[in-house]
Nanobody, 124 residues
């Protein structure tokens, strides 16, 4: 089992920035691909960003490319999502996820472990 705890959400004005953190515990953090998903009210949970075990490869949804950056520190068992130039449409609950696959997958059902989520609200 892997336990994931997100933090860093909040209310920000459009154009602002937030940095989400996800602290992992349980199994060896470096054995897992890590990712961020989000779910807006009335919508399905969608892939935002993912990063491979070593941090050498990242993948982003088209909607956040150039604005969001995912990173990780295996020594700290932590993954971050730096979110810049935020837009009202970025408003959602953001979830951290861990996966034992060999590549970053965008399909929610393929991920093994999930955090409880943190709310991000972007006002216009």
């Amino acid at each position: 089992q892997v336990q994931l705890v997100e933090s860093g959400g909040g209310l920000v004005q459009a154009g602002g920035s937030l940095r989400l953190s996800c602290a992992a515990s349980g199994r060896t953090f470096s054995n897992y691909i890590m990712g961020w998903f989000r779910q807006a009210p009335g919508k399905e949970r969608e892939f935002v960003a993912g990063i491979t075990r070593s941090g050498g490869t990242t993948r982003y949804a088209d909607s956040v490319k150039g604005r969001f950056t995912i990173s990780r520190d295996n020594a700290k068992n932590t993954v971050w999502l730096q979110m810049n130039s935020l837009k009202p449409e970025d408003t959602a609950v953001y979830y951290c996820a861990a996966d034992q696959a060999v590549a970053v997958q965008t399909t929610m059902s393929r991920w093994d472990y999930w955090g409880q989520g943190t709310q991000v609200t972007v006002s216009s």
